[in-house]
């Protein structure tokens, strides 16, 4: 923000320089006009209002011939502005017509299509290609705008849009508060607190959409973040969760994405209590080990713990590690830098034979290669607005309020609260898979939740199977507070974070066991439209 700054600041310097430079040697010439032709008998420019007159009608191209100089220096001058007014003359049509292309037929087709909906983008980019694309499968009134000069883009879009680069008041301004809030995107991270543009759009009467890699949910009430790591973490475990044989996980790349892979493995993949996962992360670990520091409670860390999933933390390049490559039934490539990513690939298919499945994140989709968090997949509309994304966990909230009286709304929980639901919400699909089989349940659906609810209520008849669910739905809860650094405690206490609750199975009670019911009667009473 302080470069923009800065070079907003000397294009102003520069621009009146010029300025003043140009009245300076335009008053100049005005007086000199006037000096020397005032001296002449026969002269028709006798006062300093005639020279400046004379010049007018000259620059105009106007010539009206009422005055005209009688001396040789005033003949020159008159030259000077005759030239000068050819100049002027081609600015006026060029300005003319760069205000008519970049400006004035934008704005009046913005006014012409003030009642449809408006989606602005602050830049373009390939992230917010793919987000405009799918807006506009998805909504046949949409206008998309770039918040850009054109003629500053080498690549352009294949779709109608507008691009104007003015202030997002003034673009607002246009739409006379008809049709639904428009739409702002910051898709850069973190643009939001150093893009110029972003400056007061709490005041506006739009909804803020912007990317950033801190854990806040909203800034304000029309100020909403969206996280791309988070986002293709929860979409990857969603599309390709785990099968019942793969229990040896390796996961290449541990910066952003790669941490983000792990969070959401660990408070989503509690399939079976009696099978144990393997997580081998190849990466610096040191950062997420101190900021997790009760994981070794319930995860074996760097070493076999029966009847726990174990969290192997390499310090090594993974290349030094053959066994534990070549034995993996499912390799996760996601670096941050892509190409880096494509490197790692390329070695594992030329000098390693491998009896897994490898997964790369990719930006787009590439024939034959298994790829995730493509921009189409993380940059959709309903990924970034969160039409869908959060919505089991809303759901979810809107039935806990219906049975507990004094519970808050969705906005008004905290964000432990609020991450609680989503990784229930996102263990949902896992319910549905144990209770109908990994090869029937591939999506939410209300036929799926309905299917998922009768299997549960048959299988609560039995005692041994109902116990074993609610030892899955233990290891779940127990696994988010220990992630977030909980413990055990006599009495539930949020400052020191501290939970009765946080125990082995076999140490609740029957009432305390029987409280997990309700996480599986949910299935029953969810209504979601696919």
Same mark, same amino acid.
């Given at each position: 923000?302080?470069?923009? %700054?800065?070079?907003?600041?000397?294009?102003?310097?520069?621009?009146?320089?010029?300025?003043?430079?140009?009245?300076?040697?335009?008053?100049?010439?005005?007086?000199?006009?006037?000096?020397?032709? !005032?001296?002449?008998?026969?002269?028709?420019?006798?006062?300093?209002?005639?020279?400046?007159?004379?010049?007018?009608?000259?620059?105009? %191209?106007?010539?009206?011939?009422?005055?005209?100089?009688?001396?040789?220096?005033?003949?020159?001058?008159?030259?000077?502005?005759?030239?000068?007014?050819?100049?002027?003359? @081609?600015?006026?049509?060029?300005?003319?017509? $760069?205000?008519?292309?970049?400006?004035?037929?934008?704005?009046?087709?913005?006014?012409?299509?003030?009642?449809?909906?408006?989606?602005?983008?602050?830049?373009?980019?390939?992230?917010?290609?793919?987000?405009?694309?799918?807006?506009? !499968?998805?909504?046949?009134?949409?206008?998309?705008?770039?918040?850009?000069?054109?003629?500053?883009?080498?690549?352009?879009?294949?779709?109608?849009?507008?691009?104007? /680069?003015?202030?997002?008041?003034?673009?607002?301004?246009?739409?006379?508060?008809?049709?639904?809030?428009?739409?702002?995107?910051?898709?850069?991270?973190?643009?939001?607190?150093?893009?110029?543009?972003? @400056?007061?759009?709490?005041?506006?009467?739009?909804?803020?959409?912007?990317?950033?890699?801190?854990?806040?949910?909203?800034?304000?009430?029309?100020?909403?973040?969206?996280?791309?790591?988070?986002?293709?973490?929860?979409?990857?475990?969603?599309?390709?969760?785990?099968?019942?044989?793969?229990?040896?996980?390796?996961?290449?790349?541990?910066?952003?994405?790669?941490?983000?892979?792990?969070?959401?493995?660990?408070?989503?993949?509690?399939?079976?209590?009696?099978?144990?996962?393997?997580?081998?992360?190849?990466?610096?670990?040191?950062?997420?080990?101190?900021?997790?520091?009760?994981?070794?409670?319930?995860?074996?860390?760097?070493?076999?713990?029966?009847?726990?999933?174990?969290?192997?933390?390499?310090?090594?390049?993974? %290349? $030094?590690?053959?066994?534990?490559?070549?034995?993996?039934?499912?390799?996760?490539?996601?670096?941050?830098?892509?190409?880096?990513?494509?490197?790692?690939?390329?070695?594992?298919?030329?000098?390693?034979?491998?009896?897994?499945?490898?997964?790369?994140?990719?930006?787009?989709?590439?024939?034959?290669?298994?790829?995730?968090?493509?921009?189409?997949?993380?940059?959709?509309?309903?990924?970034?607005?969160?039409?869908?994304? /959060?919505?089991?966990?809303?759901?979810?909230?809107?039935?806990?309020?219906?049975?507990?009286?004094?519970?808050?709304?969705?906005?008004?929980?905290?964000?432990?609260?609020?991450?609680?639901?989503?990784?229930?919400?996102?263990?949902?699909?896992?319910?549905?898979?144990?209770?109908?089989?990994?090869?029937?349940?591939?999506?939410?659906?209300?036929?799926?939740?309905?299917?998922?609810?009768?299997?549960?209520?048959? $299988?609560?008849?039995?005692?041994? @199977?109902?116990?074993?669910?609610?030892?899955?739905?233990?290891?779940?809860?127990?696994?988010?507070?220990?992630?977030?650094?909980?413990?055990?405690?006599?009495?539930?206490?949020?400052?020191?974070?501290?939970?009765?609750?946080?125990?082995?199975?076999?140490?609740?009670?029957?009432?305390?066991?029987?409280?997990?019911?309700?996480?599986?009667?949910?299935?029953?009473?969810?209504?979601?439209?696919?």
């Amino acid at each position: 923000m302080i470069r923009e %700054t800065g070079d907003y600041m000397k294009k102003n310097r520069r621009f009146l320089f010029f300025l003043l430079l140009s009245v300076c040697v335009y008053v100049a010439l005005l007086c000199i006009l006037f000096l020397c032709e !005032r001296s002449t008998p026969d002269s028709q420019i006798d006062s300093f209002g005639d020279a400046f007159w004379f010049s007018i009608v000259t620059l105009s %191209t106007v010539g009206y011939g009422d005055m005209t100089p009688k001396t040789t220096a005033g003949y020159a001058i008159g030259c000077v502005f005759l030239i000068l007014s050819m100049g002027m003359l @081609v600015a006026m049509i060029g300005y003319a017509v $760069a205000f008519l292309t970049r400006e004035g037929i934008p704005m009046f087709k913005l006014r012409m299509h003030r009642k449809d909906n408006w989606y602005y983008f602050a830049d373009f980019s390939a992230e917010s290609d793919a987000l405009a694309k799918d807006i506009l !499968r998805e909504d046949e009134d949409a206008v998309i705008i770039y918040g850009i000069r054109e003629d500053e883009e080498q690549e352009k879009p294949d779709y109608p849009c507008l691009f104007i /680069n003015d202030s997002i008041p003034k673009i607002l301004s246009r739409k006379k508060g008809e049709g639904e809030k428009s739409k702002l995107f910051f898709l850069k991270e973190n643009d939001i607190g150093a893009n110029l543009k972003a @400056v007061g759009l709490h005041n506006l009467p739009a909804e803020v959409y912007a990317c950033t890699t801190s854990g806040r949910e909203k800034m304000s009430d029309n100020i909403h973040f969206f996280h791309t790591y988070d986002s293709c973490a929860r979409r990857y475990w969603r599309d390709h969760p785990l099968g019942s044989e793969e229990n040896e996980v390796v996961i290449i790349g541990f910066g952003n994405y790669g941490a983000a892979i792990l969070e959401r493995a660990i408070l989503t993949n509690i399939v079976d209590p009696y099978f144990d996962v393997n997580y081998h992360i190849f990466g610096d670990s040191a950062r997420f080990c101190q900021l997790h520091t009760e994981l070794g409670t319930i995860f074996g860390i760097n070493r076999k713990w029966e009847g726990h999933d174990s969290l192997y933390f390499h310090d090594e390049d993974w %290349t $030094a590690s053959r066994e534990v490559i070549t034995k993996a039934d499912r390799i996760i490539i996601c670096e941050d830098d892509v190409n880096k990513g494509w490197d790692d690939l390329r070695m594992l298919n030329r000098y390693y034979r491998m009896r897994g499945r490898i997964d790369l994140r990719n930006n787009r989709p590439a024939p034959g290669v298994s790829v995730f968090g493509t921009n189409e997949e993380i940059y959709s509309i309903n990924q970034v607005v969160r039409t869908r994304l /959060n919505d089991a966990a809303k759901a979810m909230n809107d039935l806990y309020r219906k049975s507990v009286e004094d519970s808050l709304d969705w906005d008004e929980l905290g964000d432990l609260l609020q991450q609680s639901k989503i990784a229930a919400a996102d263990h949902l699909l896992i319910k549905i898979r144990i209770l109908l089989g990994e090869n029937v349940a591939s999506d939410l659906s209300n036929k799926s939740f309905q299917s998922a609810f009768r299997a549960f209520s048959a $299988a609560r008849k039995n005692s041994e @199977v109902l116990d074993d669910l609610r030892r899955i739905e233990h290891e779940r809860w127990i696994r988010f507070y220990i992630y977030y650094n909980w413990r055990y405690g006599p009495e539930y206490n949020v400052p020191l974070r501290e939970h009765p609750m946080i125990t082995e199975y076999s140490n609740l009670t029957d009432e305390q066991r029987s409280y997990y019911d309700r996480a599986w009667e949910l299935l029953g009473e969810i209504s979601w439209n696919s």
